[in-house]
């Protein structure tokens, strides 16, 4: 009896603390370690190893605090962080519109027909086509004619012989052709320093057909009339508003520009046609 009254008869082992239950929607705090000692057998019949020795690969409650966590972040309470990509093209791309799609060259008489009847569609599908056969023909004839539109131009062509008439009438259609290759030229050269992305030989090509084409019925009453005549006037005044128009639709659909820019770049050109050509001061 004295083994039951020394306390032997009981269970010495202190008590074991039960793990307390976090609130809701807080991380539950992993189980302490058991406290456990492994003891080194000594080596039987004097073998250099260890016989009954535990060996362990990894922590083995790592997957149990990964579960943990997971349940964690899941609950009402908490949140999880999301990366988002800002990015969504890759770093330092952009979006670029893809080029307007073009049609086939069209031929010479529904080029000049369309320029005047259907502008927009028609400068959209050539702005890939070099035009400098319509051109150049169309301005050389018209710079034949253009000066009979001008009084003391025409009083001297008419009273001048045959010999002298004709290389004045010549010079004077090449000096159009020339004068149009550089408006156009500058034309194309503003365009693409304002963002346009157009090639310049149909820039030039459809400048050209533009300055002569819109000056058209203005020269035909200045042929009979004069260029000083105030009906010639108006209608150089007229004619040039429609050529400031079709100059901003080509430039806008040839290098891909807002109307405004489109403006802009095509504004020395209309300068000098207003001054020089239907306004009669030549």
């Known amino acids: 009896m004295a083994g ?9 082992r202190p008590p074991q603390q039960q793990p307390q239950q976090a609130p809701y929607g807080y991380n539950a705090a992993p189980p302490p370690h058991p406290q456990q000692q492994w003891g080194r057998q000594a080596p039987q019949g004097g073998g250099g190893g260890y016989d009954g020795e535990p060996e362990y690969f990894g922590d083995p409650y790592a997957a149990q605090q990964q579960q943990q966590q997971h349940y964690a972040a899941n609950t009402p309470g908490h949140t999880q962080m999301f990366s988002v990509n800002e990015e969504p093209y890759g770093a330092g791309a952009t979006y670029q519109a893809a080029p307007a799609p073009t049609g086939p060259r069209l031929p010479w008489k529904a080029l ?3 320029i005047v009847l259907r502008p927009a569609p ?11 056969g319509p051109a150049l023909t169309v301005t050389f004839l018209y710079g034949l004619l253009a000066i009979f539109g001008f009084d003391k131009a025409r009083d001297e062509a008419i009273n001048a012989t045959l010999s002298t008439a004709i290389p004045y009438v010549l010079m004077t259609g090449i000096g159009f052709v ?9 034309t194309h050269t503003l365009a693409r320093q304002l963002g346009g992305d157009g090639t310049w030989q149909p820039t030039v090509g459809l400048s050209m057909l533009i300055m002569s084409i819109t000056d058209a019925p203005r020269l035909v009453f200045a042929l009979f009339l004069g260029g000083e005549n105030g009906l010639v006037q108006v209608l ?13 639709t080509m430039v806008s659909r040839s290098h891909d520009l807002p109307w405004p820019k489109a403006l802009g770049a095509s504004a020395i050109q209309l300068v000098a046609l207003l001054s020089l050509i239907k306004l009669g001061t030549l």
């Open 4 to 12: 039951f009254r020394n306390g032997r008869g009981r269970d010495n």
């Open 112 to 114: 000049l027909s369309g």
């Open 236 to 248: 150089g005044w007229i004619t040039w508003l429609a050529a400031a128009a079709l100059f901003t």
């Open 122 to 132: 028609t400068f959209l599908q050539m702005r890939d086509h070099a035009v400098w």
């Open 178 to 186: 020339v004068a149009g290759l550089i408006l156009g030229a500058v």
